[in-house]
C-alpha cells in the first residue's frame, strides 16, 4: 500500500516539475506586458492553453498550440501537411491556405507539381506571374504572332512564348487561370494554353482545317502520314488510323494512291495530315483537305470543358481529293472534366471529294463527315466518308472515266488526358477522338 502511495507521489511531482518549466510561479498576468521574464513571455488569461496547466492569469512560454491570430508565425514560413499548403504572410500576423492538387511534397514544405510534357514545364513556371485570363466569344487567336484579338479587333494582352519542338513549334499562352469562349484559331503554330491554376473552356475552341486549309500545328504534306496524290483520287490524311485510299483507276493495272499512315506517340505537338491531291499529269487539280489542328491545354488545378474543341479535318477538293486527317489534342492536369451532353471533343476526318465537288469538312458529331457524289457512269465515283471513333475512314471508288474519280477519306485524330490518377469525368460529353489516358509523374 506504502508503495502505491510512492508512486502516486512520484508522477505529481513530475507534472509539478512539468508545469514549472512550461510557466512562472510567480508572476501573475492579464496582459503580455505582465510578463517580465522572457522564459515565460506569454500571458494566459483564461487558461485555455497547455503550457498554463489550466490555470488563468499566468506566464507562460509561448503555447505550441497558439493561433497564428494570438502569437504570430514566422514570415514567410511555409509547411504543407496532407494536401493543405500553409504560408505565414510577411508580417508574420496571419497566414494563408491553398490545397495541393497532388498532395505534399515529402520534405514538407511545398506542394507537389509536374512536368507537362512537349517542352512545356517553363511556361508553366511563367504562368505563375501572369494574371487571370479571360478570351471572350468572338475572339481570335493567331499563334503566328501571339495577337489574341476581340470580336471588334480590339487587342486582348495575352503573354505568349515560343517553344521550339524540332522543325516545328509550339506559341503557349500564358495565365494563372483562362476562361475561354467561343474562339477561333488561326496560324501555322501549334497552340497551348497554359495556366497554373484552372483552366475552363465554356465555349467552343475552334483550330479545326477549313477545306484545304489546315488547322494551326497540322503537319506538312511531306510527311509520310500525308495522303497520296493521284490521278484517280488523292488518298485520306492518317493519324489515329491510316486515311482512306484514293480512287481506283479504271486501269487496275495502275497503282491507286494509299492512306496515309497512323500516327503514335505524343512526344510531339503534331496535328492532323493533310489529304492527298487529285493530279493530271502530275500537276494538280484539286487540293487535299487540311489536317485538323494540335492543341495542348495544361493547369496546374483544373481543366474542364463546359464547350469544346475542334481539331477536326478539312474536306477534299473537287472531283477527288483526299479528305485530311483530325488533329491532336492533350490534356494534361492534376483532374480533367467534361461538363454534360452539350461539351465535347471533335477530331473527325474529312471526306474526299468527287464529281466536281468538295468534300465535307469534319463534323462536330459521332456521325462521319459523308463523301461527295456518288455519279458518272453507273454512279460508280464518289469520296469516301471521313473517319470517326467508330467508323474506318472510306477509300475513294471506281474512275470510270465517265466523270471523277474519288478521293479517300482522312482519319479520326487523337486525344490524350493526362491525370493524377489517370482517369477524367466523360459527365456525358460527346468524346470524338481516339482517347489514350496517363497519370502524371509528379515531382
Not at 100 to 117: H, K, Q
Not at 358 to 377: E, Q, W, Y
Request: net charge negative; charged share 10%; hydrophobic share 35%.
Amino acid at each position: 500500500m506504502l508503495y502505491g502511495r510512492r508512486v502516486a507521489w512520484d508522477v505529481a511531482a513530475i507534472a509539478l516539475m512539468i508545469a514549472a518549466c512550461t510557466k512562472s510561479q510567480s508572476e501573475k498576468c492579464t496582459t503580455d506586458a505582465d510578463c517580465k521574464d522572457v522564459t515565460y513571455p506569454f500571458c494566459d488569461v483564461n487558461g485555455e492553453f497547455s503550457a498554463s496547466g489550466g490555470q488563468k492569469n499566468v506566464c507562460t512560454i509561448v503555447p505550441p498550440d497558439c493561433p497564428v491570430e494570438r502569437c504570430g508565425c514566422s514570415p514567410g514560413a511555409v509547411s504543407c501537411s496532407g494536401d493543405q499548403l500553409v504560408t505565414c504572410d510577411s508580417g508574420g500576423h496571419s497566414t494563408t491556405t491553398e490545397t495541393c492538387a497532388l498532395g505534399c511534397a515529402s520534405d514538407g514544405g511545398r506542394c507537389l507539381g509536374f512536368v507537362p510534357s512537349n517542352g512545356l514545364g517553363a511556361a508553366l513556371s511563367a504562368a505563375a506571374n501572369e494574371p487571370a485570363i479571360t478570351i471572350p466569344d468572338g475572339a481570335t487567336i493567331n499563334t503566328d504572332t501571339g495577337e489574341v484579338k476581340s470580336s471588334g479587333g480590339i487587342a486582348i494582352v495575352v503573354n505568349s512564348l515560343v517553344v521550339g519542338q524540332g522543325s516545328a513549334s509550339i506559341r503557349a499562352f500564358l495565365g494563372k487561370s483562362f476562361s475561354v469562349g467561343n474562339v477561333v484559331v488561326h496560324g501555322g503554330t501549334a497552340l497551348a494554353i497554359v495556366a497554373t491554376t484552372n483552366v475552363d473552356v465554356v465555349g467552343m475552341l475552334d483550330a479545326s482545317a477549313s477545306g484545304s486549309s489546315s488547322g494551326p500545328g497540322a503537319q506538312p504534306k511531306t510527311s509520310s502520314c500525308a495522303g497520296g496524290a493521284n490521278d484517280a483520287g488523292g488518298s485520306g490524311g492518317g493519324n489515329a488510323t491510316a486515311g482512306g485510299d484514293g480512287g481506283r483507276p479504271m486501269i487496275v493495272a495502275n497503282p491507286r494512291a494509299s492512306g496515309g499512315v497512323a500516327q503514335a506517340g505524343f512526344d510531339a505537338l503534331a496535328g492532323g495530315c493533310p489529304g492527298g491531291d487529285l493530279t493530271s499529269s502530275g500537276s494538280t487539280v484539286s487540293q487535299g483537305g487540311g489536317g485538323g489542328g494540335a492543341v495542348q491545354i495544361v493547369a496546374g488545378a483544373e481543366i474542364t470543358v463546359a464547350g469544346g474543341i475542334d481539331v477536326t479535318g478539312g474536306g477534299g477538293g473537287y472531283n477527288g481529293a483526299g479528305g485530311g486527317a483530325g488533329g491532336l489534342l492533350i490534356l494534361e492536369s492534376p483532374t480533367v472534366m467534361f461538363g454534360g451532353a452539350a461539351s465535347g471533343v471533335f477530331t473527325n476526318g474529312g471526306s474526299g471529294g468527287a464529281c466536281s465537288a468538295t468534300g465535307t469538312d469534319g463534323t462536330r458529331s459521332t456521325t462521319p463527315a459523308p463523301g461527295a457524289g456518288p455519279c458518272g457512269f453507273h454512279n460508280t465515283n464518289a469520296g469516301g466518308a471521313g473517319g470517326t471513333v467508330s467508323a474506318a475512314p472510306v477509300s475513294g471508288s471506281t474512275d470510270n472515266s465517265n466523270g471523277a474519280p474519288g478521293g479517300g477519306g482522312g482519319s479520326v485524330g487523337r486525344m490524350r488526358v493526362v491525370t493524377a490518377t489517370g482517369n477524367y469525368g466523360v459527365g456525358g460529353a460527346t468524346i470524338g477522338a481516339a482517347v489514350s489516358t496517363a497519370a502524371l509523374t509528379t515531382q
